[in-house]
């Protein structure tokens, strides 16, 4: 998917999570003005605000585990704000996520260049096909980007194909397939794709912003930085308007 580069006035962020949720929203709420961020889709039965409006509003959701869970919380989200006269246009897939080393380690930022469904196809006697390859669809959204760059930069983030799978990676072997098929991987999550379908859909643009608190491959909970990933995802969406071209608010 290709999408504009044009400031976006309503944004719309898609989280797994509550504790996701509350991150970004706490970040955004940190420098934009008082009301213009929510977690809450824009309801049809109310009529939108007379007043002025802010350079940016965003609504911050938690959307489910997983593609199909994220797939119809967006969609759902986006048909409500549409019907209520305040439609989105950009979309945002976000949280915390694994990360592949050594681009990626823990607690840094990741912003995707591809969002791609990794484990979207068959399982052949020659290894894994790709939905594309078996002439059903795509696999993979391709966020603007002079946008999805601009942010990485921003950001300080690595830069590259974010990856959305169903089943976690839990080993070595598998972390190493999927770097294999995906050259310059920087993170693996569940929801990317998912968020990344509605809003193609949608006809809107789509980033995918991830911070890491784990690395890709032998599961071990122990190891996990979940409260150092989450403070490093409040970090990136307070700096996250600037880079969309926003003026902090202060006071």
């Not at 977690?39 to 509003?57: F, M, N, Q």
């Not at 979309?91 to 915390?96: D, E, F, K, R, T």
């Not at 260049?113 to 594309?132: C, E, K, M, N, R």
């Not at 999550?189 to 990344?196: L, N, R």
Request: no cysteine; net charge negative.
């Amino acid at each position: 998917m290709s999408g504009t580069t044009a400031p976006a006035n309503r944004l719309l962020v898609v989280t797994a999570v509550a504790a996701e949720r509350d991150a970004a929203a706490a970040g955004l709420a940190a420098v934009l003005p008082p009301g213009a961020v929510t977690t809450g889709a824009p309801d049809p039965a109310t009529a939108p605000d007379s007043g002025p409006a802010p350079a940016l509003r965003a609504t911050v959701l938690a959307g489910g585990v997983g593609p199909g869970a994220a797939a119809a919380a967006t969609a759902t989200a986006l048909a409500r704000a549409e019907a209520a006269g305040q439609p989105y246009d950009l979309v945002l897939s976000a949280g915390i996520a694994g990360g592949f080393a050594p681009t990626a380690p823990v607690g840094s930022v990741a912003v995707a260049s591809a969002i791609t469904a990794a484990d979207l196809g068959a399982q052949t006697p020659d290894g894994f096909v790709p939905v594309a390859e078996l002439g059903f669809g795509t696999s993979r959204h391709l966020p603007p980007p002079e946008l999805s760059r601009a942010v990485a930069d921003g950001l300080a983030a690595a830069y590259g194909p974010v990856l959305t799978v169903s089943t976690v990676t839990g080993s070595a072997e598998r972390a190493a397939e999927l770097a294999g098929r995906h050259p310059g991987a920087v993170a693996e999550a569940m929801e990317g794709f998912g968020v990344a379908e509605a809003a193609a859909a949608a006809g809107l643009p789509v980033l995918e912003i991830r911070t890491v608190s784990n690395a890709v491959g032998p599961r071990d909970r122990a190891a996990w930085r979940i409260g150092e990933a989450l403070a490093a995802l409040t970090a990136a969406f307070g700096k996250l308007p600037a880079v969309l071209g926003v003026e902090a608010h202060h006071g």
